[in-house]
């Protein structure tokens, strides 16, 4: 019964993901790229400030050099993919965002040191191959724009690896928060 639960938690966030990439599409066409970065972390400071502050976690944390790191990293992200959703169709957009965990396996070999298998290899292979599929079946060249989507998903890959780093001396807390903060 309790993995039951967990998919309709996946299913849920899904969807929350999923509105929240439509609004964002939809506000995009009004609202500038830095405007839309600027008010998503505003919001996501101010209630992840107040989580922090009453779980009586290190503001500034310990590892203060990869936090920032992290947190450059995550903006340039977000930016890209803001950016990229605002020029080219949602589903597109979503599909170069969500190579990222191609990239951390990729970056996990390179900067985690983490053991590359010919396996590993030929399943990233097959996966970009897939993407190329799924973005321009027809088999057009990427625009710019989904150029910058895959970069979003490169950039949130290493995000993620960052994060990984992170855990071993930060709080999940923390760790956002700085993120949101320094966006």
């Not at 919001?43 to 503001?59: D, F, N, W, Y």
């Not at 292979?125 to 079946?137: D, H, K, M, R, S």
């Amino acid at each position: 019964k309790g993995a039951h639960k967990g998919i309709y938690y996946m299913l849920i966030g899904a969807m929350f993901f999923a509105a929240m990439g439509a609004c964002l599409k939809y506000a995009m066409e009004t609202i500038p790229v830095f405007q839309a970065v600027f008010f998503r972390s505003i919001v996501s400071t101010l209630i992840l400030g107040a989580v922090v502050i009453k779980k009586g976690l290190p503001r500034l944390g310990r590892n203060r050099r990869f936090l920032l790191i992290r947190s450059v990293v995550g903006f340039l992200a977000m930016v890209c993919s803001f950016y990229a959703l605002s020029k080219i169709p949602l589903a597109d957009a979503a599909v170069l965002h969500h190579t990222s965990p191609l990239f951390v396996a990729l970056f996990s070999t390179i900067f985690l040191g983490e053991r590359v298998t010919v396996k590993l290899i030929l399943l990233l292979g097959v996966a970009l191959v897939g993407v190329t599929f799924v973005y321009q079946p027809g088999g057009e060249s990427l625009s710019y724009p989904g150029l910058v989507a895959l970069l979003a998903g490169a950039l949130a890959g290493l995000a993620y690896v960052t994060v990984r780093h992170l855990h071993q001396t930060e709080s999940s807390w923390v760790i956002a928060f700085h993120m949101a903060t320094i966006t």
